[in-house]
């Protein structure tokens, strides 16, 4: 499954644009981040360029926070043409390959990012995306216009779509985004606590956010850190971190340890 975010979106027209990409090229679903126009979806253009998507403006949700829009994504892909905080930044055509293999497996939500269009994405909003990709253009013109660019990428997906993998490992379940972010803060804390120097704790902190914060992790993985924040003390819950989690099974519920 795919699910296309627009962060700080300008343009009615691009945020119209998209959505009727999505359609065309789905099962995919529109997020939008703290939109620049607080009426976009009711805005002439985004209804024009919506045109022939059926109930538009409902089938695109509008949230305050990136990570509200991440929160049950497995992987996410931020598109941008500037490297971000030394991260390295990835060829669209070395990762479309494993990209549409991800988009193309049940188990898995692919959120893809796209910024503002005037500035982009931040380096905050970057941070916590698995992977960052620029869109390679000839010399001539190096900017992409927002909804060509998830055009693009959608229809490189929709048109890519591999055979998906017939086995896969009862237990290999991605882990969603509110999970990592629990995960992430739960260690936090427990590591955070040890009697460091001032330099070794920002050091420590600083690695658990890129580490967990980008890695693949499967829920058996994040069963077995919690598994370890319990041996250090920390009996804390979602709630306790304000991160708020939905499905039956959740990785925040560790297995009981044995004997």
């Avoid at 070395?94 to 692919?110: F, H, N, Q």
């Avoid at 237990?171 to 972010?181: E, K, Q």
Wanted: net charge negative; charged share 25%; proline share 7%.
């Amino acid at each position: 499954m795919k699910r296309v975010i627009l962060v700080r979106t300008a343009g009615p027209r691009n945020a119209g644009s998209v959505l009727r990409a999505a359609a065309n090229f789905g099962p995919c679903e529109l997020v939008l981040v703290r939109p620049e126009k607080p009426s976009i979806l009711v805005h002439p253009d985004f209804e024009q360029m919506a045109h022939g998507v059926p109930d538009a403006a409902a089938r695109t949700r509008v949230v305050s926070t990136l990570s509200e829009a991440l929160a049950d994504c497995t992987f996410s892909v931020g598109f941008t043409a500037r490297a971000r905080d030394h991260r390295e930044l990835h060829d669209w055509r070395s990762i479309r390959a494993d990209l549409t293999r991800r988009c193309a497996r049940p188990e898995e939500k692919v959120a893809l990012v796209f910024g503002n269009e005037e500035t982009g994405l931040s380096v905050e909003e970057t941070a916590p995306l698995s992977e960052l990709v620029r869109i390679p253009t000839s010399d001539e013109h190096g900017s992409l216009n927002l909804a060509m660019a998830a055009g693009l990428v959608l229809a490189t997906l929709y048109l890519d779509q591999p055979e998906v993998e017939s086995v896969r490992h009862q237990n290999s379940v991605p882990l969603p985004g509110a999970d990592r972010l629990f995960l992430i803060e739960r260690l936090k804390e427990t590591l955070g606590s040890i009697p460091w120097t001032q330099s070794a704790r920002r050091d420590v902190l600083a690695s658990i956010e890129r580490v967990f914060g980008r890695s693949p992790l499967e829920t058996r993985d994040a069963r077995a850190w919690h598994l370890l924040a319990r041996a250090f003390g920390n009996d804390k819950s979602p709630g306790d971190y304000g991160v708020v989690m939905d499905g039956a099974e959740r990785a925040a519920e560790p297995l009981e340890q044995g004997p």
